[in-house]
Structure formats: structure tokens, C-alpha cells
């Protein structure tokens, strides 16, 4: 399970960083939802991956680190705002400048 | 329990909700509410100031529960100065804005008192998490403030501000979760204590999350290859707006201190020491930068984003030679490049709405209204700005060099801060001479708002009151610096029940 969280969480850092980088709004938005599931299942992982085991003391014998999970959800719900906030940025930019190249201007356009 | 302690949390919170609720409420109401708030913190934070100053840590457990498991609020000599000087910003930041600039957007002051809290929670907060929920807070306000009054500057800037602080929040969560993995807690003095302690073998680990959360802290406080948002987003925001920013900056300094000077800062190999050592040239090449990107702007509100660079570069420099002295010397400096870089914003818009053409640009020469009065707060500001006698600016620098001399390493700081020093200077006369001695007199000057002028008179006065109270200042901040080096005393205040080893204390 581990390797498998792993390679997941690998695969979603990269393609999350990788659209991060490109020069659209839409793509680097894109990006950054892909880096903030990426960093969920992170924090999620900090208090091991146990399956089977509920995060309240004295139902079974073992149990899962319940604070990585409030942490998370804290972190979603942070997550989801700022996604929200930084879509509409975009969209008023992109009306504004009247194109949605990051810095605001197309250089393969001629400027007039 | 003292419940003032989250006072300074809850009244700007509520404030604002307040003002969010009731915002069909008349103007002057929403002005009245921000107002009182505002006053009330700055009450709060001389109060903060007094109580810290004894010496003792103020501990609030948010909802009674004991240290490790729940959030706690700390209260210690630093936090008390960010406090203080954050209220008494906000407020003369609140006044400016009210000269109609609140008026140009929705919800300005709500936004305003959530900033507040957002800072005031960062200051306050002993939890390495809640300190992640409160740069968001902060963060999210920024945003909104950063557009109040829309147009396009602010939208292209605001895209940028946004999305590098959004990869930071991402970045701060992995160092977050990397912390807890390892060592299973996010109270900081907890943390402090089991990075002691934790085994040989995590050590590459825990420098990695240490460096992480430089990198977080690092894009907050503008050092240099992550600095290149800031010139455009301060110069593109209103003029209240930017001179609130002046802190947004010192926020990052203060976690860089909290972090690296309590919870990396034990055991027999501290983290922290990698960490010192990067910081020592970035914040050495982020001053250069400043210097050079002072001569070099296009407006006198780049010059004064360029201004709040090089303070943060002479911040950390001093910060990252690690002893008492130099870290007193930093902390005076701190609160006077704050203060100034928020006069020299309102300034800059104060200048600018007396110009005909060109508002703040340098490339525009025409004459200015009301070329003697505005001349002489120029001439005063620059002074102080520019680290002069009598100015504050003067004394923190001289306490500077003299913390830096005999450090190995200190010439560098001696020669990059003196020179770009002169930089400043030379960037400021010549602004003072193409704004105010080569055109004539304007024929018929725009009104100019006496009270606006006096508000920013007043902020230069009081940098100049620090200098002129220095030594009770002075005294004060070496204490925090030395209670800032000594953070057993933290971690047993918060942790009282720990019986705390006495590790040596990391230089």
C-alpha cells in the first residue's frame, strides 16, 4: 500500500508542478489543485497508513493517528477556498487584459 | 487564565464579521466600528507590551485544553512588539484610507479587520499549524485588499501574488506534515524539545522541512529569488493598502525568528544552523538587490517596494549572524523600516495626487502643488528613510554595524548596507530635486487634504520619538533578543509539567 501511496502521491506532485509552470491561468490553476491533493494525501500519510483501525481510542486494539485527519480537512476546506478565490481572479483578469497569459500580456502576439 | 490574551484575535475577527453583516449599514457606521476596533488593539498591544515586558510568558489554552493537544497563544516580548506595532500601523493606515480611498471598493473594512486578525493570530499563536491557518487568513485578506479598486495593474499583479503564495501555502503543508511524521507534534515548544531529541538518522529530514518552511517563509519576507512578486503587487495596491503590507513582509521575519530560534534551535546539532548559513548570503544579495532596485525604479512606490526589500535584507543579514546584540539591533530596525515604508507609501500617493501628469512616475516632470509644504515632509521622510541623524533609522543602523564588526563575515554587511545606503540617498535627492527644485510653482494647486498630511507628519514624528526615547527602547529590545535566545523559558512556560533537559543553547 505504501509503494503505491507513494507513487501516487509522485505522479500528482510532478503533473502538479509541471502545470504550475505553464504559461495559461487555466493550466496553472489546474496545477495547483493537482499540488494541493498531492499535499492532502501527504498530511494525510504523516500519521501512517494503517487500514482497518478507527481514530478513537479503546475501540480496537490498534488505532489510526487522528490528528492527521483534522489537519487535512482543516487543509481541504483552506484549500478549497483559496481554489475558489484564485478561479474568479483569473476570470476577472482575463476579462481585464482581455487574454490569460499569467503576466497578463501574450508575447507570441504583436503588441500594439 | 488571562483572557485579554485573545482579545486581539477575536475583536478584529468579530469586527469584521460585524461589518460584513451590516454592510448596508450608513458608511460612516463601518468607519466608526473599524475605528474603535483598530483604537481598541492598539490598548491591547501597549497593554501587551507592558505585561511582556515584566518577563514572563502569558499562556491562553484555547478551550482549557493543556499544551501539547491543544492550541495555545503565547505571549512573550516579541509578539508583544509586532503586536503593538501592527495596531499602531493598522490604525494610521485606517486614518489614511478614510480620506475616501475606502470608498473606491466593497468591503474594504471588513477586509481591513481581517487582515488584523489574520496578523495579530500569527503573532500570538505557539502552534506550528494554527500558524499555517493564520497565514491564510492574512493571506486571503492581502488578496481581496491587493484588488480594492480594481483596474488592470491590480489584477495582473494580484495573479502573481496569488499564485506564488498559494505553491507557498502547498510547501508549508508538506513541511508540516514532514515535522509531524517524524516527531508526531506541531506544538512548538514540544517540537523543540523532540527535535532535540530525535535520533541521528532524521536529521536529514528534519534540516530538509527546516529548509521547506525557510522557503515558505522566505517568499512571505521577499528574500532574493523569491522577492520578484513584490515590487509590482506593492507598487499596483492603494496606498493604504501597501503601507498595511509594510508588516506583510516582517510577518515572514517573524515566523523565520520563532522558527529558527525555538523550534530548530536545540540539541547538540541544531537544525537551524543550515539554515543560518543560506540565510547569511541570500539576505547579504537581497540588501544588493535593494540598493540597486532603489536607483533604478520608475515610480516612487517601486522605490519604496524596492525600499522594503533592502529592509528585509538588512533584517535577516544581521538576523543570520545569530547573537543578542545584532538580533536587538534587527529588531529596532525592524520596527523602523516598517513604520517608515508605510509614511513613504501614504507619501507617494500624497505627492501624487498633486501632480498633473504621471502620478507617482519619474518620467513625468511637472510642477507640484503646494511644492514647499509637501517639499519639507519630502526632505524630513527622506532623511529618516534614508537612516540619518536624528532618525531612528540612524541609531538602528549604527547598533547594527556595531553588533556586525567584530562577527566574522560583519565587513560584508558593513560594506553592502553602507553602500546601499548611499544608493537610497542618492535615489531620494534625486527624486526631491526633478519633483520639487527644478519646476516652478503650480498655478492653481489641487486642494490639499491637511489632515492626510498631518497623519503622515505624525508617523515621521514618531519614528523620530523612538530615537529620541532610544535608550528605554533599546533596553527592551535587548531583552527580547536575550529572552529570544533563552527558549527554555518558552517551552517551560507552555509545557510547565515537562521536565525540560537543559540543552545548550544553539549560537
Known amino acids: 500500500m505504501e509503494l503505491l501511496y507513494a507513487i501516487t502521491l509522485g505522479v500528482l506532485t510532478s503533473c502538479g508542478t509541471y502545470l504550475l509552470l505553464r504559461a495559461r491561468t487555466f493550466t496553472v490553476i489546474l496545477g495547483l489543485t493537482l499540488l494541493s491533493h498531492a499535499v492532502n494525501l501527504y498530511l494525510f500519510a504523516s500519521g501512517r497508513l494503517v487500514a482497518g483501525a478507527p481514530a478513537i481510542i479503546g475501540i480496537a486494539d490498534t488505532m489510526a493517528d487522528p490528528l492527521p485527519q483534522a489537519l487535512v480537512l482543516t487543509a481541504i476546506v483552506i484549500g478549497f477556498a483559496m481554489t475558489a478565490f484564485v478561479v474568479v481572479l483569473a476570470l476577472k483578469a482575463a476579462v481585464e487584459l482581455r487574454n490569460d497569459h499569467v503576466d497578463g500580456e501574450n508575447p507570441d502576439e504583436d503588441r500594439t | ?507
Open chain 2, 1 to 507: 487564565m488571562n483572557h485579554v490574551l485573545i482579545l486581539p484575535i477575536l475583536l478584529p475577527l468579530l469586527t469584521g464579521a460585524g461589518q460584513l453583516l451590516f454592510y448596508r449599514a450608513p458608511f460612516a457606521v463601518q468607519r466608526l466600528l473599524g475605528f474603535a476596533s483598530t483604537a481598541w488593539l492598539v490598548l491591547l498591544g501597549l497593554w501587551a507590551i507592558v505585561t511582556a515586558g515584566a518577563g514572563d510568558y502569558l499562556i491562553y489554552q484555547a478551550g482549557n485544553w493543556p499544551a501539547p493537544f491543544g492550541i495555545v497563544l503565547v505571549l512573550d516580548r516579541l509578539a508583544a512588539i509586532m503586536l503593538a506595532l501592527t495596531a499602531v500601523l493598522g490604525l494610521c493606515c485606517l486614518l489614511y484610507a478614510s480620506g475616501g480611498t475606502d470608498r473606491r471598493g466593497a468591503h474594504f473594512h471588513a477586509l481591513f479587520q481581517f487582515q488584523l486578525a489574520g496578523l495579530n493570530g500569527a503573532f500570538l499563536t505557539g502552534d506550528l499549524f494554527n500558524l499555517f491557518v493564520f497565514f491564510e487568513i492574512l493571506l486571503i485578506a492581502s488578496y481581496a485588499l491587493l484588488l480594492h479598486g480594481g483596474g488592470r495593474a491590480r489584477s495582473r499583479a494580484g495573479l502573481h501574488y496569488v499564485i506564488i503564495n498559494l505553491a507557498g501555502s502547498a510547501l508549508f503543508l508538506i513541511a508540516l506534515g514532514t515535522l509531524y511524521g517524524l516527531v508526531g507534534t506541531l506544538n512548538m515548544a514540544d517540537l523543540a524539545q523532540r527535535i532535540a531529541a530525535a535520533p541521528a538518522e532524521d536529521a536529514p529530514l528534519l534540516a530538509a522541512a527546516s529548509l521547506i518552511l525557510l522557503v515558505v517563509f522566505g517568499i512571505k519576507a521577499a528574500i532574493l529569488p523569491l522577492l520578484f512578486w513584490l515590487p509590482r503587487a506593492y507598487s499596483a495596491a492603494s496606498a493604504p493598502v501597501a503601507a498595511l503590507f509594510a508588516i506583510m513582509t516582517k510577518v515572514g521575519v517573524y515566523a523565520i525568528l520563532r522558527v529558527f530560534l525555538l523550534v530548530f534551535a536545540l540539541g547538540e546539532a541544531p537544525v537551524n544552523e543550515t539554515a543560518w548559513n543560506w540565510l547569511w548570503p541570500l539576505a547579504l544579495l537581497t540588501l544588493a538587490l535593494g540598493g540597486i532596485g532603489v536607483l533604478g525604479s520608475e515610480s516612487l512606490r517601486t522605490l519604496t517596494a524596492y525600499l522594503v526589500i533592502l529592509s528585509v535584507g538588512t533584517l535577516l543579514a544581521t538576523i543570520s549572524l545569530a547573537t543578542p546584540a545584532a538580533l536587538g539591533a534587527a529588531l529596532f530596525y525592524l520596527v523602523h523600516s516598517t513604520l517608515m515604508a508605510a509614511a513613504f507609501f501614504l507619501l507617494a500617493d500624497l505627492l501624487g495626487q498633486q501632480r498633473k501628469e504621471g502620478y507617482d512616475r519619474f518620467s513625468a516632470v511637472g510642477p507640484i502643488g503646494h511644492r514647499w509644504v509637501l517639499g519639507s515632509l519630502f526632505f524630513i521622510a527622506g532623511i529618516a528613510m534614508a537612516g540619518l541623524p536624528p532618525f531612528s533609522g540612524f541609531v538602528s543602523k549604527v547598533w547594527i554595524l556595531q553588533a556586525s564588526g567584530a562577527q566574522p563575515g560583519g565587513l560584508w554587511l558593513w560594506g553592502i548596507l553602507l553602500a546601499s545606503a548611499l544608493l537610497v540617498i542618492i535615489a531620494i535627492s534625486r527624486t526631491g530635486s526633478s519633483w520639487f527644485w527644478r519646476p516652478g510653482e503650480m498655478a492653481t494647486p489641487y486642494p490639499l487634504r491637511r489632515g492626510l498630511l498631518t497623519l503622515v507628519y505624525s508617523m515621521v514624528g514618531l519614528n523620530a520619538l523612538l530615537a529620541a526615547f532610544g535608550d528605554p527602547v533599546m533596553a527592551y529590545l535587548a531583552l527580547t533578543a536575550e529572552q529570544l535566545f533563552a527558549p527554555q523559558g518558552y517551552i517551560s512556560a507552555v509545557l510547565p509539567e515537562a521536565t525540560a533537559p537543559t540543552w545548550e543553547v544553539a549560537p
